[in-house]
């Protein structure tokens, strides 16, 4: 990562309040790694070290908004792609047991190497479907936290969400611009599944501007055993 680099992910980690400068050869060393996998696997479609710097690592930093992930906790990061936002977070906060989940394997696998170059011992990839995941004793009503980035809309995460969570657990969406149809039908699905929408949070992106929301959705009660529906159904027919 060249100066610019460095110094846009100072000024963005700096607007969000997060303290990275002893993570930042960190950063420097998953750039390169993340440049290397794209090289090899075609992991993400950000590539300029500008968008890799604000669009990957600051902004998966603002999960941290309303510090839903403080303390020791665990996380599951559903559709975790590359591994964001599990590599920026698991960065600044060691005390986070981070599950990244994805279906693609080569994905999984390079978060694997990644995890391991990086010394991030407390992150567990796993290849897998949410909605399997969901049925399995070993991963249903578990984590303390599933966070999500760019995945699906709010109806169906809540759908392939809720079930991983404990009691008390909370669902923490990184979205874009949030329409009212798209967060009606998500209340409506978190409420059929044990969950309440608690937190919308809009602001933007720091340095871009770029609209985003997060969106926490409480989990109340046992989700009913009939979800998550069978793997694809809740992105084709989702609840709401
Ligand atoms: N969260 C990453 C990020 O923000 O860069 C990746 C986002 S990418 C657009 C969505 C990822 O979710 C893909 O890698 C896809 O394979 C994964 N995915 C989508 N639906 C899934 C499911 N039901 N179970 C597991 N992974 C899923």
């Given at each position: 990562?060249?100066?610019?680099?460095?110094?846009?992910?100072?000024?963005?980690?700096?607007?969000?309040?997060?303290?990275?400068?002893?993570?930042?050869?960190?950063?420097?060393?998953?750039?390169?790694?993340?440049?290397?996998?794209?090289?090899?696997?075609?992991?993400?479609?950000?590539?300029?070290?500008?968008?890799?710097?604000?669009?990957?690592?600051?902004?998966?930093?603002?999960?941290?908004r309303?510090?839903?992930?403080?303390?020791?906790?665990?996380?599951?990061d559903?559709g975790?792609?590359?591994?964001?936002?599990?590599?920026?977070?698991?960065l600044v906060?060691?005390?986070?047991?981070?599950?990244?989940?994805?279906?693609?394997?080569k994905?999984?696998?390079?978060?694997?190497?990644?995890?391991?170059?990086?010394?991030?011992?407390?992150?567990?990839?796993?290849?897998?479907?949410?909605?399997?995941?969901?049925?399995?004793?070993?991963?249903?009503d578990?984590?303390?936290?599933?966070?999500?980035?760019a995945?699906?809309?709010?109806?169906?995460?809540?759908?392939?969400?809720?079930?991983?969570?404990?009691?008390?657990?909370?669902?923490v969406?990184?979205?874009?611009?949030?329409?009212?149809?798209?967060?009606?039908?998500?209340?409506?699905?978190?409420?059929?599944?044990?969950?309440?929408?608690?937190?919308?949070?809009?602001f933007e992106?720091?340095?871009?501007?770029?609209?985003?929301?997060?969106?926490?959705?409480?989990?109340?009660?046992?989700?009913?055993?009939?979800?998550?529906?069978?793997?694809?159904?809740?992105?084709?027919?989702?609840?709401?």
């Amino acid at each position: 990562m060249n100066r610019d680099g460095l110094e846009l992910l100072r000024r963005g980690a700096g607007i969000l309040g997060v303290e990275i400068e002893a993570q930042l050869p960190a950063f420097e060393q998953l750039f390169t790694l993340l440049q290397e996998g794209n090289e090899r696997l075609n992991l993400t479609a950000l590539r300029t070290e500008e968008d890799i710097v604000l669009k990957h690592f600051v902004d998966s930093l603002t999960c941290l908004r309303g510090s839903y992930l403080e303390g020791p906790l665990t996380v599951m990061d559903l559709g975790t792609g590359a591994g964001f936002p599990t590599f920026p977070l698991a960065l600044v906060k060691p005390q986070l047991q981070f599950t990244p989940v994805d279906s693609i394997r080569k994905k999984v696998e390079f978060v694997r190497d990644t995890a391991v170059q990086l010394g991030l011992s407390q992150v567990t990839p796993l290849v897998g479907r949410a909605e399997a995941l969901g049925r399995s004793a070993d991963h249903r009503d578990r984590y303390d936290r599933v966070v999500v980035r760019a995945v699906a809309s709010l109806p169906v995460l809540a759908e392939l969400a809720l079930p991983l969570l404990r009691e008390g657990g909370l669902l923490v969406a990184q979205k874009g611009a949030i329409t009212p149809e798209e967060l009606n039908a998500g209340r409506r699905a978190a409420g059929e599944v044990g969950g309440k929408v608690q937190v919308v949070d809009p602001f933007e992106l720091p340095v871009s501007g770029d609209a985003r929301t997060l969106i926490v959705i409480e989990k109340l009660k046992p989700t009913p055993s009939k979800y998550p529906r069978r793997e694809g159904v809740p992105n084709a027919q989702p609840l709401f």
